[in-house]
């Protein structure tokens, strides 16, 4: 445990774009933001090399590049970014603690979680390659469906999150296969019957991916096994969606904030504030419906303007 105490007005946990967006409102209404990165520098988009959909780049841009120009933009202000992991904090108080590598101490006034999310995948050796590579494998149909337009994909999920994302797919590939594992949808009735009702969807039941088929450098189809028959079947397909759920990066703050079923922090509706005045979230650590880059930095500016309220109200 370290000796000294560190005294903040803000402190942002989380580098990606809430956290950097967050951070540019603060250090402009002179909170003085301390930000710390985690283990993720620039968060999830630095794992894309095309990102077509944040407004403002008309040619799109690269994950990497765009999280630098954010973190340049949060510096110009006078953000001070850290390195460093978050691994406990202590909400009981009207300060709040928060402990960086298990040593360093923090007292912050007002604390703006922006810890993002990660997808959950199969974890096959080809399905990791092919997401490494960059060659047709992904966990965000909104993010990377346009890149697979009138082709044929595959999508493996059956909760509502899939239904929502094959149904989103049909709209621009010519075909969707979608590949559930058990006998039964886990999606509500009326998710998993807008996707059986849609002509190029198919959907196969008791259905587990076995491999995910590529050239080498590209996707190029999808070996799976029916599990009642032990039928093995080959699909073509460019993209091969994954769509099994997220996991929220919450787990530290479980024992003050008030998270729903899956671990995402629940914010009063139409805020950024939590449960426990003066800790508010952006990004995707609060919000399982659209985990984008562009509403992760519209929350992680409503956090930014919360905090600066919240602390305003408190000096007058
Ligand atoms: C491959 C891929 C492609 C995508 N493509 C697009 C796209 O084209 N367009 C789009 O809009 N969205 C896209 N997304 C979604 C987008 O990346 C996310 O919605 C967005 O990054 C969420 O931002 P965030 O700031 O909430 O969190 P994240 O980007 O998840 O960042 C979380 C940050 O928190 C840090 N952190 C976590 N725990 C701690 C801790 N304990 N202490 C300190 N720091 C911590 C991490 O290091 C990281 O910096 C894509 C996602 C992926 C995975």
Known sequence: MS??????????????????????????????????????????????NEVENFPGYPDGVTGPEMMIQLQEQAKRFGTDIRDGWVTKVDFSGEIHKVWVNDTIEIHAETVIISTGASAKYLGLPSEQKYLQLGGGV??????DGFFYRNQEVVIVGAGDSACEEAHYLS?????????????QFRASRIMEERVRKTPNIEILMHTETE?????????????????TTGEAIEIPATGFFVAI?????????????DLDETGYIKNIPGTAKTNVAGVFV??????????QAITAAGTGCMAALDAERYLAAKHS
């Open 282 to 291: 952006g990004g995707d650590a609060a919000d399982h419906v659209y985990r």
């Open 138 to 143: 992904s966990a965000c149909a909104v993010c």
């Open 3 to 48: 000796d000294t105490i560190e005294k903040v007005k803000c402190l942002i946990i989380g580098s990606g774009p809430a956290g950097y967006t967050a951070a540019i409102y603060a250090a402009r209404a002179n909170m003085f933001p301390v930000l710390y990165q985690g283990q993720q520098p620039g968060g999830q988009l630095t794992t894309t």
């Open 245 to 257: 759920g997220h996991k929220p990066n919450t787990d530290i703050f479980a024992d003050y904030l």
């Open 211 to 227: 491999e995910v088929l590529g050239d080498g450098q590209v996707v190029t189809g999808v070996r799976a096994k029916n599990r």
């Open 171 to 183: 709209n621009i590939c010519k075909k969707v296969t979608m590949l559930v594992r058990s006998d």
